[in-house]
């Protein structure tokens, strides 16, 4: 359980935030489970995903270790990427990210869940999602701003 506390979850995001200053690329949607994680990227015109990723899980692995006092490999694997085709598999991706928390029994509300794409959405926090107005069109939720709720 990599990802076993809020503070890790934030460590990851803060990571990921971090990358975004020195790769181009775009977050359409995300979330941080307790084991696992899930990313819906676009890197940007000549960027390589996997070279995103690798500093991504790299930067994270060492302050992970640091913070723990491990040292070694903190992944099991390489991560898995797949290349969305087509705008009915956006939408079922983008999705599935979206109810990810709920159908592993975490919260009841995808919207309860404070570490992924639709709660930072609806809390305001734009520093990890790009949001298009597509997106918001197609998911309403994710355009609609809590309040009280940060």
């Not at 070279?51 to 992944?75: C, D, E, L, P």
């Not at 969305?84 to 592993?104: Q, R, T």
Request: aromatic share 14%; glycine share 8%.
């Amino acid at each position: 359980m990599i990802f076993d506390t809020g503070f890790m979850k934030d460590l990851f995001l803060n990571v990921v935030k971090r990358a975004r200053t020195k790769y181009d690329f775009h977050v359409d949607n995300f979330c941080i489970m307790g084991n696992h994680f899930h990313l819906m990227i676009r890197p940007g015109k000549g960027m390589n995903l996997s070279a995103i990723m690798q500093w991504i899980m790299s930067v994270f692995a060492m302050a992970f270790n640091r913070m723990k006092g491990y040292t070694g490999h903190v992944w099991g694997s390489r991560f898995f990427s797949h290349v969305v085709s087509g705008f009915k598999e956006f939408l079922e991706v983008f999705k599935y990210i979206d109810n990810n928390p709920v159908k592993a029994c975490q919260v009841e509300d995808p919207l309860k869940w404070r570490h992924g794409g639709l709660w930072h959405d609806r809390a305001g926090l734009k520093h990890i999602i790009d949001q298009a107005a597509l997106i918001q069109l197609v998911f309403p939720e994710h355009g609609q701003l809590l309040l009280g709720d940060r």
